[in-house]
């Protein structure tokens, strides 16, 4: 399902964008995917947690892959 998957989280990121929700990144080693989201604002962030079309992406998403640890928030660690 990795060709699918990609395809899902591609798709994610056109609509994260298109609505101005924010960015993603996405990082692989081997066949482990680590999806970074940074949300342009707490509003965006909760607007899209409404989005018709991105809940229809993430439910997609949900039977395409194994999630092993969502983080709502991080806080930066300055060095």
């Known amino acids: 399902m990795e060709a699918a ?3 899902t989280i591609r798709e994610l990121n056109v609509i994260i964008a298109k609505n101005g929700y924010g960015r993603d990144l ?14 342009n604002s707490e ?8 989005d018709p079309e991105l809940l229809r992406c993430w ?19 300055g060095v």
């Open 43 to 50: 509003h965006a962030r909760l607007t899209a947690y409404e």
């Open 26 to 39: 996405l990082y692989h080693s081997g066949n482990n995917y680590v999806l970074l989201r940074y949300w």
């Open 59 to 77: 439910a997609r998403l949900g039977n395409e892959i194994q999630i092993l640890k969502v983080y709502e928030k991080l806080e930066e660690v």
């Open 5 to 7: 998957s990609l395809a």
